[in-house]
């Protein structure tokens, strides 16, 4: 064991023209700048070991960036392992569009854009008509310079971390705020919706649970000032996810609480636990957004006014989310820590897992056709996102098919790190929460922060349960692994982990 | 419409001598108050309308307690209405056995109660006996079961009264907050099975069987001259972080009152209520931390558990004061950033509702297996018997017992009261009702914001979902509770039935 070096840096990703805003099937053209965007990233070295931990205002790293980025730190003179550089997305929906591919996308180039897959079904005299003129319009921002812009910040602020290393130390502890809450509701049909509407006859309960726990490093330099936090919460940064505004969410909010507090010089990296079932909104005492959302799946008939939160889909409400979280950072800091940890064991995995790819079947695949041949003929004329939204699954489905017959498994880049009695360990995907209670409630460390949409998109990976329910984020469109592929996910994570700590 | 008055009591239910300690099997008498019981009560009338709520530092509000404080009230020749009174309990299973505690209109009406510790005895021939944990039978240090049901029929009517006569023009905000208190207790596995206190650090295990939820629904009561009074606050989680120990406490909700009074000042009140929440528990199922100390208890025994990074022990005092902190710092906030208008001129109906829910039945062949299962275990394991046996043959006792029930009792005569005030709808139950069904109520209510009062006016056990059914265990098992999902799915329908009639009009 060696002393710990630790480096941080952060740097902005928000471009200086305007954005397509990515995370919603309609498209939006940012009109303003709540708050920038940013990257964070902190280095850890000691004894030979070393990880990048980067966490991005984004609604996801996707593969192939994650691999630009890589190949740009590649023969670096610096003796970083740009394999060993973890990157993480909070899942704005208030960041840039750019163009992504998960592994298929790159490596088949077989990607699953809904828009894409929708136009490739379309007659020559049949359009995608865009809800906003993201593909035209000179204001906006490019997908391919917004990609320039994220190669080269990240690169650098990787760097930046790197050479910032000195001798430090940090305190591992725990704490609550209410933050997340499942956002999928299951009917007495044994259905469920993403969103959907509580207040009916055949509503039976939240799908899942909910987890209020913060697992937190502070981190301090050789003189025990703090100089940074590194926050990990069960719920995706998707408080103001439908708005027309660049925004890094509730965590923008924690960030300027805790500078406030603390000093500006103070680093955030924030990260999300498996959380692919989870969001900001309490689905049972719904509160109408402030205004309308462009969101099917939002829109409620006559709602009961409700004395709650505010609107969670509103500024309001995210400001209270961000209180939340950075009022229990604060406070558990002035109660006091506990003993600083350097000098503790550190190691690194990088694994790439073969997780089974879930399947369409050939009724599924017959059906789809049939679905989306009807709704053209039926629905004639141009086409926009409602009608890629309603035809995801078919789409989706069809694609799928494709892509079964070329892929068995889906190579899933995994990293497994042990500091100190800490275990870290990622995935790319929306994870459902149980796969995550499931895993911490195994794991031999003493805390376990899990990291999801880290090193790729792969979509949600559901739950049985989920799948049987149905609806978005459960689809077989919804992401290419399924519950036998979690299953392993998990086993597979579990073993490691609890490898690094048996020794 | 008329303004309201309102008034506030509270009374010392600690009686001096030691208490034998209910709530768990196992038999435990108090060594020290780590904080005196109480009895809140907070009367609002107007309009010839009236209620008086009262919650109780009490595992359960029997339904021989609730009637003889009702007797005790009747006659009263101040305009209160006994019927009216609302008594509820927080669950705190560090406060006392009294004289059939665990009766509901069941064990009370019918004389068909089932006290497993009775139940276990009328099956043993007569050279066996069932010995206690600790000597709470006639033992002159501690107050009699007897002696205890009369201070609590005293000290709560006494309540009820000056509460009622402390009426004074007064005013309220309703509000909402959320703290982290309540989690599922109940863990499911692999095979459908469900356990509560389950043990999650096993490969079986699946999901924590239902969610939680983190809200506080909030009303801050003002006297005329707009000073705050006291404090109704209900949220989903039983009063149960140290519930094996050996003292007498409100468990959170005593740290809760006493941050208030710090901060408000010591005139203030609170008004303890837990909301839906049979499947609840301050404990962290996922992140297990290990008591401090053994807690008698066999389901919550692990068996060489990771060390944890996380809260402190829930089933301690360290995690009761966070526990405790953590809700009270909610409620001074939000007071302290400021409250919505004073609300006094308001709509405000009282129904007193009698619902018929079906029993809950057991069948020919789990009557044979019971019956089967305690003669084997009885035989298997010669001598004496004490609280782990019943522990252990509960869910057999109390098929025999519902057995004999059911041929008698179709539908269970079940007091629930659906007020309006204002914005507000207050329903409550005597059971301990599974948290979706509260949701269910809270989702579609009209009201504004629902305040569920659960083990309230009875003690008729747990209300499990279907899904829990299925899973079994402790608080599933027919033995744990007189209805089940068919008759929670009917209690839900008629209490929103009735709300939204309320708030139809």
């Not at 740009?72 to 909070?90: E, Q, Y």
């Not at 969101?295 to 006014?305: A, G």
Request: hydrophobic share 40%; aromatic share 8%.
């Amino acid at each position: 064991m060696s002393k710990l070096n630790i480096g941080w840096s952060e740097i902005s990703i928000t471009p200086d023209k305007k954005i397509s805003l990515a995370g919603q099937f309609a498209e939006r053209i940012s009109e303003y700048v709540e708050k920038p965007l940013t990257a964070t990233a902190m280095a850890v070295e000691a004894g030979g070991e070393q990880m990048v931990l980067v966490s991005c205002d984004l609604a996801a790293t996707a593969v192939n960036l994650v691999l630009d980025v890589r190949k740009a730190l590649a023969g670096n003179a610096v003796g970083l392992d740009p394999n060993k550089v973890i990157f993480s997305a909070i899942h704005t929906h208030t960041g840039p569009v750019y163009p992504e591919a998960g592994y298929v996308g790159v490596h088949l180039n077989m990607g699953h854009n809904f828009r894409s897959l929708l136009e490739s079904e379309l007659p020559a005299d049949r359009k995608y008509i865009e809800s906003a003129p993201i593909s035209s319009s000179p204001e906006i921002a490019t997908d391919e310079e917004v990609y320039a812009l994220l190669l080269e910040r990240l690169t650098k602020v990787v760097l930046d971390a790197w050479n910032n290393r000195a001798p430090g130390s940090y305190v591992n502890t725990f704490g609550r705020a209410v933050v997340g809450m499942c956002r999928r509701a299951a009917y007495s049909d044994g259905s469920a919706q993403m969103w959907g509407d509580t207040n009916t006859a055949v509503f039976e309960a939240l799908e899942g649970g909910n987890d209020s726990g913060i697992e937190l490093l502070y981190v301090f330099d050789e003189k025990e000032k703090l100089t940074g936090v590194v926050a990990n919460i069960a719920c995706p940064a998707q408080c103001v996810q439908h708005r027309h505004f660049v925004s890094p969410d509730y965590w923008g909010e924690v960030k300027k609480l805790l500078r406030e507090h603390f000093g500006e010089e103070i680093y955030l990296l924030p990260q999300c636990s498996a959380a692919g079932d989870q969001c900001p909104v309490d689905l049972v005492r719904w509160v109408e957004p402030e205004s309308d959302l462009d969101d099917p799946n939002c829109k409620r008939s006559n709602p009961p006014k409700r004395k709650a939160d505010p609107s969670m889909f509103d500024l309001a409400g995210m400001y209270k989310a961000g209180k939340r979280v950075a009022r229990e950072i604060i406070d558990l800091y002035e109660e006091g820590l506990d003993e600083k940890q350097t000098d503790v064991p550190f190691e690194h995995q990088v694994h790439s897992m073969q997780l089974p790819l879930r399947r369409v079947t050939l009724a599924e695949i017959a059906a789809a056709r049939k679905a989306i041949r009807e709704y053209l003929n039926d629905h004639p004329g141009d086409v926009d996102f409602n009608v890629a939204a309603h035809l995801q699954v078919h789409l989706g489905i069809l694609r799928r098919a494709e892509l079964q017959e070329k892929l068995e498994v889906l190579p899933t880049e995994v990293h497994i790190i042990r500091l100190g009695n800490i275990a870290i360990a990622t995935n790319p995907f929306e994870l459902f929460l149980d796969y995550g209670n499931q895993i911490k409630a195994r794991s031999l460390a003493e805390q376990t922060f899990l990291i999801q949409l880290c090193c790729g998109s792969e979509g949600y990976l559901p739950t049985l349960k989920a799948e049987k329910g149905g609806h978005y984020s459960a689809f077989v469109s919804s992401g290419y692994v399924g519950h036998v592929g979690g299953e392993q996910l998990v086993r597979q994570t579990l073993q490691s982990i609890n490898g690094l700590f048996d020794a």
